[in-house]
């Protein structure tokens, strides 16, 4: 089972509607979560945190429900240039020879297409 | 600002070949890692480093080496490159903090023939 678990999409929505992701992640030890947005051919890029009681930027709120697991981004008034794969992206501990340190692990991205 | 170097961006490499992935941060960063990404498999851990003279194994440390004798630098050896090399290479940085942004570099897209 991955660790972090997304809809790989693609989502194709028209301009102005309101669309959401899911992630779910397998390790309750996690604490920390975030949201990153990829452009074809381009490096991630950190979106947003998400804070356990969630949390707001213009368009887009993020939320986390830890007892279930999982985390949302809602993304409303849909631009074009919101085009891109959003990657859900957990915080967990890992156990290295240097001792422990946390890692962040991707989800493998959710396709967004905001068509004219 | 330069942030997150990596280079060479392309590579076209044969089975048996070696190479090393440079890659450079400007941020005094002591955390830096790599990472490689495929289709439908997202970006996967290979090395990561918490600073200069410590490197450890992420998920696919397999088939490549690290060394991290600087805080600036982090190159990714690949000593005998396999078509299952075959990917995009992502080296990324971020300071100790374990909930501080993470920096990409653009890219290393690496083809094994």
């Known amino acids: 089972r991955k660790e972090v678990e997304q809809d790989p999409g693609p989502f194709n929505v028209p301009e102005g509607a309101t669309v959401a992701f899911n992630c779910t992640y397998s390790?309750?030890?996690?604490?920390?979560f975030f949201w990153y947005r990829q452009d074809c051919r381009k490096e991630p890029k950190l979106l947003m945190s998400?804070?356990?009681s969630g949390n707001e930027d213009g368009r887009f709120t993020a939320q986390l429900n830890r007892a279930s697991q999982y985390i949302s981004l809602l993304i409303r008034d849909s631009k074009l240039s919101d085009s891109a794969t959003y990657l859900c992206?957990?915080?967990?501990?890992?156990?290295?020879?240097?001792?422990?340190?946390?890692?962040?692990?991707f989800g493998s991205g959710t396709q967004l297409t905001v068509l004219p | 600002n330069a942030g997150v170097t990596q280079t060479p961006k392309f590579q076209v490499l044969k089975t048996g070949q070696s190479m090393t992935l440079q890659c450079a941060q400007d941020?005094?960063?002591?955390?830096m890692s790599w990472y490689r990404q495929d289709p439908g498999m997202g970006l996967r851990l290979i090395h990561y480093?918490?600073?200069?003279?410590?490197?450890d194994q992420g998920e696919v440390p397999n088939g490549y080496n690290v060394s991290r004798s600087t805080t600036e630098d982090f190159p990714l050896r690949l000593l005998s490159a396999a078509p299952s090399q075959t990917s995009v290479y992502f080296c990324?940085?971020?300071?100790?903090?374990?909930?501080?942004?993470?920096?990409f570099g653009e890219g290393s897209r690496l083809t094994v023939l």
């Open positions: 390790n309750s030890a996690s604490q920390s």
């Open positions: 990324a940085s971020r300071d100790t903090q374990p909930t501080g942004e993470l920096f």
């Open positions: 998400v804070y356990s």
């Open positions: 992206v957990v915080n967990i501990k890992l156990l290295g020879t240097s001792g422990s340190a946390r890692q962040l692990t």
């Open positions: 480093s918490v600073g200069a003279g410590i490197t």
């Open positions: 941020m005094n960063h002591e955390y």
